[in-house]
């Protein structure tokens, strides 16, 4: 199991801008597609972006034109910039080794309202 460790939330107003930042306890990125996924209260976790091991990269409907995946392997991070926020996109952002069984971190929580 991979340790994921999610950070960069908060609140913001609409229209407004963040970067989530996903630290990774072992440099696994290199050799996995990466997904952001997203939970919104009372709804089920989504996946946003994923970014390939060759950094080709795709989002869903939803975000696409606001949302930004990228990846620092010398880091082990993996990066989600979110632009034009809506209200909602409010819900906890989460990373993951796509389609694995790792464990999922806590998350970080992003707020849009006015």
């Known amino acids: 199991q991979v340790q994921l460790v999610e950070s960069g939330g908060g609140l913001v107003q609409p229209g407004g801008s963040l970067r989530l930042s996903c630290a990774a306890s072992?440099?696994?990125?290199?050799?996995?597609?990466v997904g952001w996924y997203r939970q919104a209260p009372g709804k089920q976790r989504e996946l946003v972006a994923r970014?390939?091991?060759?950094?080709?990269?795709d989002y869903a409907d939803s975000v696409k034109g606001r949302f930004t995946v990228s990846r620092d392997n010398a880091k082990k991070t993996v990066y989600l910039q979110m632009n034009s926020l809506k209200p909602e996109d409010t819900a906890v952002y989460y990373c993951?080794?796509?389609?694995?069984?790792?464990?999922w971190g806590p998350g970080t929580q992003v707020t849009v309202s006015s």
């Open positions: 970014i390939t091991i060759a950094g080709s990269t």
């Open positions: 072992a440099n696994v990125f290199v050799f996995n597609t």
């Open positions: 993951n080794i796509y389609r694995s069984s790792n464990a």
